[in-house]
């Protein structure tokens, strides 16, 4: 009696690993076609890539605010951006002139076409590169980024080659990690020329792309985004922010420091990077999350 007990036990307990197995083999084998898919036939996109200093130093600004020093370290010279025993290895590439990096070679197409529509070269997917946040901006300040890429000192830094793990692909799957930015642009978008840069919830609106990555499509936050990291708070009008004032809101996203007493921590609201936005473009902020229903 016993042994027969057993003996099914062991038949069902064979069956649950096989067929784990066999749902892991098509996770692997369905996010491997997403990460290797060619993307051809996207439209291109021309536009004058002014070099002067005016548009160098908005790009230098741009680069901070927008997180690109964050990934792609401050000299933008690339680095191991993910490096974790369940994830794997995710590379940010190295964007300068020098050895092992990009901008010997990319032409101001490449640029465009990498931060628009997420692919590089080859036209394949750019792997956790923000991209459909960089979609989105003026083609002024978009040219500004390129230029200033473009202006950087030159770096050797020959990087590894990303290597995921199962984790990464599962989480990928199941869309709880940000891995193909490819795949949640509007293609076919057609970006508008400039902006004007003043403190309205116009331009709060546009520099809110920002933050829409980990505060959600409705800025009313939600579940973490990674799987680990605290509730992303809510910032329109139905959360703290529209009960702040505007030197309240400035602070927070200056220091971190909330009204409540809370201290956010950098490494899950990234307020070392907002305190370097401009107070025009904090208030613009401010104006338009504290309304937004
Ligand atoms: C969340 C981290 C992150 C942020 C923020 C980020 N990048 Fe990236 N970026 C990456 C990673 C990772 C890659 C490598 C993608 C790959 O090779 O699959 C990458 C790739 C690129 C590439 C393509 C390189 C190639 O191999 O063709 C360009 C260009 C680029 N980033 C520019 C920028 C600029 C400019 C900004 C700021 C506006 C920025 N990135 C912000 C992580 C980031
Ligand atoms: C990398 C993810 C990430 C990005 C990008 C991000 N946030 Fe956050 N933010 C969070 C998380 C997570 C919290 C909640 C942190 C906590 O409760 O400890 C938060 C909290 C906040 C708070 C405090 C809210 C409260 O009620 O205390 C404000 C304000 C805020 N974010 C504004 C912004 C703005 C504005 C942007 C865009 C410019 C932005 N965040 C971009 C993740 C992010």
């Known amino acids: 009696m016993l042994k027969k007990i057993l003996k099914i036990a062991l038949i069902v307990l064979g069956s649950i690993v096989l067929i784990l197995g066999a749902f892991y083999a098509f996770i692997h084998f369905q996010v491997e076609n997403r990460i290797s898919k060619t993307y051809e036939g996207i439209p291109e996109e021309s536009f004058p890539i002014a070099q002067d200093s005016a548009a160098i130093a908005q790009g230098a600004h741009l680069t901070i605010i927008k997180g690109c020093q964050d990934c792609h370290g401050k000299n933008l010279a690339g680095q191991v951006f993910i490096d974790d025993p369940g994830l794997g290895r995710v590379v940010s590439a190295n964007l300068t002139k020098g050895k092992g990096g990009i901008g010997s070679s990319y032409t101001d197409q490449d640029w465009i076409r990498a931060l628009r529509h997420g692919i590089n070269q080859e036209n394949k997917p750019l792997l956790i590169m923000p991209s459909y946040e960089t979609a989105m901006l003026t083609q002024q300040d978009l040219g500004a980024i390129i230029a200033y890429c473009k202006s950087i000192p030159a770096v050797d830094n ?27 642009i509007d293609h076919s978008m057609k970006a508008p020329e400039s902006i004007s840069k003043e403190a309205t919830a116009d331009y709060g609106e546009y520099l809110a792309v920002s933050c829409v990555g980990c505060h959600k499509e409705n800025l009313k936050g939600g579940a973490p985004v990674v799987p680990g990291s605290p509730q992303v708070a809510d910032i329109t009008s139905t959360g703290n922010v529209s009960k702040w004032t505007e030197e309240q809101f400035i602070r927070t996203l200056r220091t971190g420091q909330t009204p409540e007493g809370k201290q956010l921590q950098n490494e899950f609201m990234p307020w070392q990077m907002t305190q370097h936005y401009t107070e025009e473009e904090l208030v613009a902020l401010y104006l338009y999350l504290k309304d937004k229903p």
Do not use: G
């Open 158 to 184: 020959e990087l590894p080659d990303h290597a995921l793990k199962p984790l990464a692909r599962i989480l990928t799957y199941f869309d709880q990690l940000p891995m193909l930015a490819v795949e949640k």
